[in-house]
């Protein structure tokens, strides 16, 4: 009867011993496999005139990459991070006679103002406003002049002068200036103004493998057209409701309405879901 008992103690050991070491190995094994997590900034922090370089990606897509790091006081983008940027008239002026299909694209350097959106943990950037900037060829050093030799009591005198050095003041000279004769060029160009969405009721259609906005009149008439919504922390929203409540759903929806190419977008800033009593049909 003891060595049953000595047996199954053994026998238990053995299993608790193994147990532990898969565990253990399992847990050494996690960092390797744990994807490495991306910084998404906040929806709605604006990106105040950042000065970096605007390019095509392998995707096709317009990107942005800040010369410098952006904090929107909790997380911290790294610069050169590449930010893909939303449609938009800005854009549009942006981008204004180039065509990728016929020449190759070249780097844009400017100094941008725009929105930060947010979707399914990926930032986008919805432009503003911007700055074109021309790189400045720095000045040639002047010859260095013959210094004379100081007397005793001069170098006394200077020593310890708070003046900055020659090397520092190279540095602080700016290598990028404004070009405002591009930016006149591009302000010429004609593109359909930004306007302003306010407390529109209506509907959220999925057309074209997009999402769009209907606003609906409840009778009167008003403007059909479907605004194609772009990405951000609302779509996801409704995206989310879609799938948790059946039937159709109206939304009162504020935002902007922006032009890009003949297409109308809409970002949404404020969407929220009406009901009807059932005065309404749905």
């Given amino acids: 009867m003891l060595k049953l008992k000595g047996k199954r103690m053994i026998k238990t050991l053995k299993i608790s011993v193994l147990f532990v070491l898969l565990a253990t190995s399992v847990l050494m094994a996690e960092p390797a496999v744990r994807k490495k997590s991306t910084i998404t900034l906040r929806e709605g922090f604006l990106v105040d005139y950042v000065q970096g370089v605007m390019s095509i990606d392998a995707n096709g897509q317009w990107v942005f990459k800040a010369d410098t790091k ?3 006081g909790l997380k911290t983008l790294r610069a050169k991070s590449p930010v893909e940027m939303l449609p938009s008239s ?7 006679g180039i065509d990728p299909e016929k020449q190759p694209v070249k780097n844009i350097h400017l100094r941008l103002q725009a929105a930060v959106t947010k979707y399914k943990g990926k930032n986008y950037l919805f432009a ?5 900037m021309s790189k400045g060829e720095k000045p040639k050093p002047a010859p260095a002049a013959e210094k004379k030799p100081e007397t005793p ?3 006394k ?3 310890g002068d708070p003046i900055l050095s020659d090397d520092v003041k190279e540095m602080l000279k700016p290598t990028w200036t404004p070009d405002l004769g591009q930016k006149k060029r591009r302000d010429e160009i004609q593109v359909e103004d930004d306007a302003s969405l306010v407390g529109r009721s209506g509907f959220v259609i999925a057309k074209n493998g997009g999402k769009y906005f209907q606003i609906d009149g409840l009778g009167r008439k008003i403007d059909r057209n479907a605004y194609k919504i772009l990405p951000c922390t609302c779509l996801e929203y409704v995206e989310k409701v ?10 009162n ?7 890009y190419k003949g297409q109308k977008y809409l970002l949404p800033q404020r969407v929220a879901r009406t009901y009807n009593h059932g005065n309404f049909a749905r």
């Fill in 70 to 72: 952006i904090f929107d």
């Fill in 90 to 96: 800005t854009l549009e002026k942006i981008t204004a």
């Fill in 128 to 132: 503003t406003s911007y700055i074109p």
């Fill in 153 to 155: 009591k001069r170098a």
């Fill in 157 to 159: 005198e200077t020593k």
């Fill in 242 to 251: 879609k799938y948790r409540i059946p039937g159709r759903r109206r939304y």
């Fill in 253 to 259: 929806v504020s935002g902007v309405i922006t032009t």
